[in-house]
C-alpha cells in the first residue's frame, strides 16, 4: 500500500497537479460529428448494397431502409413515409420516439446510465419496488433481452427444482409448447420446433421437451413425471402467427401445475404490457404463473430491458453468484421501466389495444376476400393473418403493402403478422387496414 500511495503522488508531482486541481484531460471526451465517420448512403438501393457486403446474412430484411421514425410513422432515406405495423417486433407499444420516454432517458443518461450490479444504485430499488407492487410478486431479477429473461426462468425453475422439489442431480426436465419462440440462443433453440432456428446447432440443451399448443390432456400426462420442474410458455403465441388458445387453456395449466408441484413461467416478452388489451395476457383468464417474464416495451422500446418476477419460495433460490448481468438492472434500465409502465398505465394502452384490435379484426375479417385469407386472428394488437399459399406469397404480400406505405413482416410462406404501436389512433387504424385490404385483395401471384 506504501509503494502504491509513493507511486501516486509521483504521478500526481508528474502531472504537474497541486492542493484541489482536476485532473487533465488526458484523452478528448468530446467527438466531433460534423462529419460523419462512414460516409452517407444517399439511396435505399446503397443501403440495401452496403449492408449485405459487411453484415452476417442472418437476417432477409424487407427491402425498406428507415432513416425516422415518430410515433406511428416512419420515413425511408429516400423520403417516403410509412405506417409502422411491425413495431420492431412489437417492443415499440410507445411507438417511435415517445416524447416522454425521450426526454426520461436523456435525463437520467446524464446524470448516472451504469454502475453493474455490484454495487448498490438509486434506481434499482425504485424500479424493483414500482414493478414487484404493480404485477403482485415478491421479488424481481432485472436482465436485458427476452431472451435472457427466459434463460434466467428456466435457471431459476431447475434451481427450484433441485433445492424445493427435490428432483434427482441433473434430471430436471422443462416443459414447452410445440410452436414457442423466446430467442436464439442455444437453450432458446433447444426448445424450439423450427428446424431452420435448430438444425445444425446441436448438441441441444437435454431434458427440454415439447408438447402441442393449446392440448391439455398432453400437459397433464407430462405433469406427471416427478422430474418436471417446469412448463414454459406463451399465454398467446406471437411467432407462431398470433395463435389464442382456447378459453380456459391458461386456467387449466395454473391447476395443473399446482396439481403436480411443478413451477408455471409465463413468457409475456410479446404479449405482456398491454400489447393484448389486457396489461398481462394471462389477465384475460385471472390466473397468476408462478414465474413472469417480461421485456420488449419494458424500456418505451429504447434500449433492451427484460424482467422476470417470482414470489420469495421461488425467486430466494438464487443466492449470490448463481445468476447475474453486467448490464442488467443498470440505472438507466431501471429509470425507462418505471417511466414506460407508468405512461402505459395513465395513457390506457391496455384499452385502446383492445379498441383497436377489436376494430382491426372485424374489419379484416368482413373485408379481406376470405377464398385469399381464411384466417383472421390475434387479441387486441398482437394480430396475424393466414393466407392460401397459392394465392398469395406473403413475402410478396409485404412489398405491395409497402409500395402502398404500410410496413409489416411475413413469419412464413403462410402467416403475416401485424403489431402497431399501442398509441394508434382510429384513424391511423382505418387507414393502415385500407392499405391492407387493398395489397392483399388486389394481390397477383409473381411470375415463376
Not at 380456459?248 to 395454473?254: A, C, I, N
Not at 398491454?274 to 418505451?300: M, Q, W, Y
Request: proline content about 5%; aromatic content about 8%; hydrophobic content about 40%.
Amino acid at each position: 500500500m506504501a509503494m502504491l500511495q509513493k507511486n501516486s503522488a509521483e504521478v500526481v508531482r508528474h502531472l504537474g497537479l497541486v492542493g484541489n486541481a482536476s485532473l487533465p484531460r488526458l484523452i478528448s471526451t468530446t467527438v466531433s460529428l460534423s462529419e460523419p465517420a462512414v460516409p452517407k448512403a444517399a439511396t435505399s438501393k446503397e443501403v440495401f448494397e452496403r449492408e449485405y457486403k459487411s453484415t452476417a446474412h442472418n437476417y432477409d430484411p424487407l427491402p425498406v431502409a428507415i432513416s425516422k421514425g415518430e410515433g406511428v410513422y416512419m420515413w425511408d432515406v429516400d423520403g417516403k413515409k410509412y405506417l409502422d405495423f411491425f413495431a420492431g417486433y412489437a417492443t415499440l407499444s410507445h411507438g417511435h420516439c415517445h416524447p416522454t420516454i425521450v426526454e426520461a432517458m436523456r435525463k437520467q443518461v446524464g446524470i448516472l446510465h451504469h454502475t453493474s450490479r455490484a454495487i448498490y444504485h438509486d434506481k434499482m430499488y425504485e424500479f424493483a419496488e414500482y414493478i414487484t407492487k404493480k404485477f403482485n410478486f415478491d421479488k424481481v431479477l432485472t436482465m436485458n433481452t427476452g431472451a435472457e429473461g427466459g434463460e434466467t426462468a428456466v435457471k431459476l425453475a431447475r434451481k427450484w427444482g433441485y433445492r424445493v422439489k427435490k428432483i434427482p442431480e441433473n434430471k430436471a426436465k422443462t416443459i414447452f409448447a410445440h410452436g414457442n419462440f423466446w430467442g436464439r440462443t442455444i437453450a432458446a433453440i433447444s426448445s424450439s420446433s423450427s428446424p431452420t432456428s435448430k438444425d445444425e446447432f446441436g448438441p441441444h440443451v437435454p431434458e427440454f421437451h415439447n408438447i402441442p399448443y393449446n392440448d391439455i390432456p398432453a400437459l397433464e400426462e407430462k405433469l406427471k413425471d416427478p422430474h418436471v420442474c417446469a412448463f414454459m410458455v406463451e399465454p398467446i403465441q406471437g411467432e407462431a402467427g398470433a395463435v389464442v388458445p382456447d378459453e380456459g387453456y391458461l386456467k387449466k395449466v395454473r391447476e395443473l401445475c399446482t396439481k403436480y408441484n411443478v413451477l408455471w413461467i409465463a413468457d409475456e416478452v410479446q404479449t405482456g404490457l398491454c400489447r393484448t388489451g389486457k396489461f398481462l395476457a394471462v389477465h384475460h383468464e385471472n390466473v397468476k404463473p408462478d414465474i413472469l417474464i417480461l421485456g420488449k416495451a419494458l424500456s418505451g422500446g429504447v434500449m433492451p430491458v427484460s424482467a422476470v418476477l417470482a414470489d420469495d419460495p421461488v425467486m430466494e433460490v438464487f443466492t449470490p453468484g448463481t445468476h447475474g448481468s453486467t448490464y442488467g438492472g443498470n440505472p438507466l434500465a431501471c429509470h425507462l421501466g418505471i417511466v414506460s409502465l407508468e405512461s402505459m398505465t395513465e395513457g390506457k394502452f391496455d384499452e385502446n389495444a383492445k379498441k383497436m384490435g377489436d376494430l382491426f379484426m372485424s374489419e379484416l375479417s368482413s373485408r379481406l376476400d376470405r377464398k385469399k385469407v381464411p384466417i383472421v386472428r390475434g387479441r387486441g394488437l398482437l394480430n396475424a393473418i393466414v393466407v392460401d399459399p397459392e394465392q398469395i406469397d406473403t413475402k410478396y404480400a409485404t412489398i405491395a403493402m409497402r409500395d402502398r406505405g404500410l410496413i409489416t413482416k411475413h413469419i412464413n410462406e403462410k402467416v403475416i403478422r401485424f403489431s402497431p404501436a399501442l398509441i394508434i389512433t382510429e384513424e391511423q387504424m382505418r387507414a393502415g387496414i385500407d392499405i391492407i385490404v387493398d395489397a392483399l385483395n388486389n394481390f397477383k401471384m409473381p411470375a415463376k
